[in-house]
């Protein structure tokens, strides 16, 4: 699954990020393991939008006794104390994105091999906060997605092998 903007994690983020999830699992008495802190460095040093048996695969080439359970509760808390967006991309599967160290962008889904393009539009944004003004409306959040073919897959489809 691909991501095209990039992620450059500061020691500030880095920072930011430890403190966030240490008060997160603090208020909720969670203790933080080596299993759980070697995920979220894993996790924050992947790019792109990866479901929790990715980030597994990755974690296993550190540490193989990480279970996949592990994984899916770290991911879950990631995504709960704000850290990381839980995506849907409309396959069933939940995909899981930094939130730290990336501007905000949106999504172009390819609906025949899944990949995943990402996209800033001032415009786009611009249009959004307009409509929402217009109806007394107060965004909190938002999300973009559009369905589709990629280039390589129109040209796959127009001409089948
Ligand atoms: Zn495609
Ligand atoms: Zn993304």
């Known amino acids: 699954m691909g991501g095209s903007v990039s992620v450059?994690?500061?020691?500030?983020?880095?920072?930011?990020?430890e403190k966030t999830l240490?008060?997160?699992m603090g208020e909720r008495g969670l203790?933080?393991?080596?299993?759980?802190?070697?995920?979220?460095?894993?996790?924050?040093?992947m790019d792109g939008h990866f479901?929790?048996?990715?980030?597994?695969?990755?974690?296993?080439?550190?540490?193989?006794?990480?279970?996949?359970?592990t994984v899916y509760r770290?991911?879950?808390l990631l995504a709960e104390s704000g850290l990381a967006h839980a995506r849907n991309f409309g396959d069933g599967q939940t995909r899981y994105e930094a939130a730290i160290g990336k501007d905000h962008h949106d999504h172009l889904?390819?609906?025949r091999c899944g990949t995943i393009i990402e996209f800033e539009n001032d415009q786009i944004e611009r249009l959004q906060d307009a409509v929402a003004r217009k109806h007394g409306f107060q965004v909190t959040s938002h999300k973009?997605?559009?369905?589709g073919l990629c280039r390589p897959?129109?040209?796959?489809v127009e001409q089948p092998a």
Do not use: H
């Open 31 to 45: 203790k933080s393991t080596r299993q759980r802190s070697l995920i979220v460095d894993v996790f924050f040093e």
């Open 144 to 147: 973009m997605e559009l369905y």
């Open 74 to 76: 770290t991911m879950k």
């Open 109 to 111: 889904i390819c609906t």
């Open 153 to 156: 897959c129109q040209r796959a």
């Open 8 to 17: 450059t994690m500061t020691p500030a983020q880095r920072n930011e990020i």
């Open 22 to 24: 240490d008060r997160y």
């Open 51 to 69: 479901s929790v048996e990715e980030v597994w695969g990755r974690v296993r080439q550190d540490n193989p006794r990480v279970s996949v359970a």
